[in-house]
């Protein structure tokens, strides 16, 4: 069965400081997608960075990069200079493998509170 | 990208009340779920709809009823539901093209209805 590991319940980071918040995943599918989401205080979760099983670069956006590492099964996102807006949950989730008609189901970890601190 | 919209926000209902949660989408997609957060749990996908067929029904107590009139439009009738469900309903949306390793397919989330059961 597909699960998500983040094994940090919360952090704490300095604003302007990087940071970096783990994820390990157990799949046996051979294609599939890692993707993290932020979720505030507001609730919605907001879609931040995508990255492909065959994908051979680490993904970036902005200030976000995933530290992709395939043998060892995790996709840690990396947030470079935090800002206190970042203040956030963050989800890691993997879609599952793909069904006939082309939809699919997405994993989610049980996220990481991140404080950034000012 | 922020063009999936939820309504109402929040709700407050009685366990013998009826109700309804509205999602709209339009970023033209054909996918469309609904999740349920609860505390302290990892999201949960409940229902996905593709081209306004129900593709899956994850173990949903009958008591939640999904309706999907058309791509655009997902909905999510509620009877006599149980204080257990009080939680963060979440509906998003996707483009389901086949092509595997495809960011195109990343899920959008709306803002999500907070219920409270009482």
């Known amino acids: 069965a597909q699960k998500i590991t983040q094994t940090q319940p919360g952090m704490f980071v300095q604003e302007k400081e990087a940071v970096t918040l783990d994820c390990t995943y157990d799949?046996?599918?051979?294609?599939?997608?890692l993707f993290w989401y932020k979720q505030p205080s507001s609730g919605e979760m907001i879609f931040l960075i995508y990255?492909?099983?065959?994908?051979?670069q680490n993904a970036t956006e902005g200030r976000y990069s995933l530290n992709f590492q395939k043998a060892r099964k995790s996709a840690n996102l990396v947030i470079s200079a935090s800002q206190l807006g970042d203040s956030a949950m963050y989800f890691c989730?993997?879609?599952?493998?793909?069904?006939?008609?082309?939809?699919?189901?997405?994993?989610f970890g049980s996220g990481t509170r991140l404080l950034v601190r000012p | 990208e922020t063009g999936v919209t939820q309504t109402p926000r929040h709700l407050v209902m009685g366990m013998t009340n009826k109700k309804s949660l509205k999602c709209e989408q339009h970023?033209?997609?054909?996918?469309m779920y609904w999740y349920k957060q609860s505390a302290k749990k990892p999201l949960e996908l409940m229902f996905v709809?593709?081209?306004?067929?129900?593709?899956e029904n994850n173990s949903v107590p009958s008591r939640f009823s999904p309706e999907c009139p058309n791509s655009s439009h997902l909905f999510l009738h509620l009877h006599t539901l149980q204080p257990e469900d009080s939680a963060l309903y979440l509906c998003?949306?996707?483009?389901?093209?086949?092509?595997?390793?495809?960011?195109?397919?990343?899920?959008?989330f709306g803002p999500g209805t907070r219920l409270l059961v009482l």
């Open positions: 990255q492909g099983s065959y994908d051979e």
């Open positions: 970023l033209g997609h054909n996918a």
């Open positions: 799949t046996s599918d051979q294609s599939y997608g």
């Open positions: 998003a949306s996707s483009r389901t093209t086949g092509a595997s390793g495809n960011r195109g397919e990343t899920q959008y």
């Open positions: 989730a993997m879609r599952e493998g793909r069904r006939r008609d082309s939809s699919y189901k997405l994993i």
């Open positions: 709809y593709n081209f306004k067929e129900q593709t």
